[in-house]
């Protein structure tokens, strides 16, 4: 049981907007910032957002992100086939005095 | 390019113990966080513990807590997590990521290694 919760599975189809929804509690996304990962099969994890809507270079702009109380979200407009992935939400806990991540969402392009 | 190359993995039975270390390169090793991230077979991503650059905040998930020490040689540009008491439960791929600069809360973890797989089974 993850303490920042994702639905596990989201789909879309080629050039579609999907968003990805990550709850929490006020001691991890109402009190810190957000940051969202993608995961390709068989590879490492790779910084997609980082301090709720920031994008690092590198990263195409299909991807947005926002947080709102304890809830935050992914966006991806545009989808592509590429985008197939697992995607997961992290926050650092100021009650477990840790870092915390989502169960994780695996993105499917029909 | 910031490289972090995780090594120690392997197969080590229950209660026993291993250490991994990443070795890094392209970074200011000696001003980043760093940050070990485990996954187990299928499942999803776990934070494992945190390191201040100068080792002087350090912190774990409670799941490893008492048996997990991580530290780092900042003049090798290292980092190593030595694991004791091993448990089913910890087989895992073992990733190090760096966190950033500035506080360990703020962490974007943008730079990852590759993995190394540790198995605990008899």
């Known amino acids: 049981q993850s303490v920042l919760t994702q639905p596990p599975s989201a789909s879309g189809t080629p050039g579609q907007r999907v968003t990805i929804s990550c709850s929490g509690s006020?001691?991890?996304?109402?009190?810190?910032?957000v940051n969202w990962y993608q995961q390709l099969p068989g590879t490492a994890p790779k910084v997609l957002i980082y301090?709720?809507?920031e994008r690092p270079s590198g990263v195409p702009d299909r991807f947005s992100g926002s947080k709102s109380g304890a809830s935050a979200s992914l966006a991806i407009s545009g989808l592509q086939s590429e985008d197939e992935a697992d995607y997961y939400c992290?926050?650092?806990?100021?009650?477990?005095?840790?870092?915390?991540f989502g169960g994780g969402t695996k993105l499917t392009v029909l | 390019e910031v490289q972090l190359v995780e090594s120690g993995g392997g197969l080590v039975k229950p209660g026993g113990s291993l250490r991994l270390s990443c070795a890094a390169s392209g970074l200011t090793f000696s001003s980043d966080n760093m940050n070990w991230v485990r996954q187990a077979p299928g499942k999803g991503l776990e934070w494992v513990s945190s390191?201040?650059?100068?080792?002087?905040?350090?912190y774990y998930a409670d799941s490893v807590k008492g048996r997990f020490t991580i530290s780092r040689d900042n003049a090798k540009n290292s980092l190593c997590l030595q694991m004791n008491s091993l448990r089913a439960e910890d087989t895992a791929v073992y990733y190090c990521?760096?966190?950033?600069?500035?506080?360990?809360?703020?962490?974007?973890?943008?730079?990852w290694g590759q993995g190394t797989l540790v198995t605990v089974s008899s």
């Open positions: 990521a760096r966190g950033g600069s500035s506080l360990q809360r703020l962490d974007r973890f943008d730079a």
């Open positions: 390191i201040s650059p100068t080792s002087g905040y350090i």
């Open positions: 006020s001691s991890n996304i109402g009190s810190n910032i």
């Open positions: 301090s709720n809507n």
């Open positions: 992290a926050a650092w806990d100021d009650s477990l005095i840790a870092w915390v």
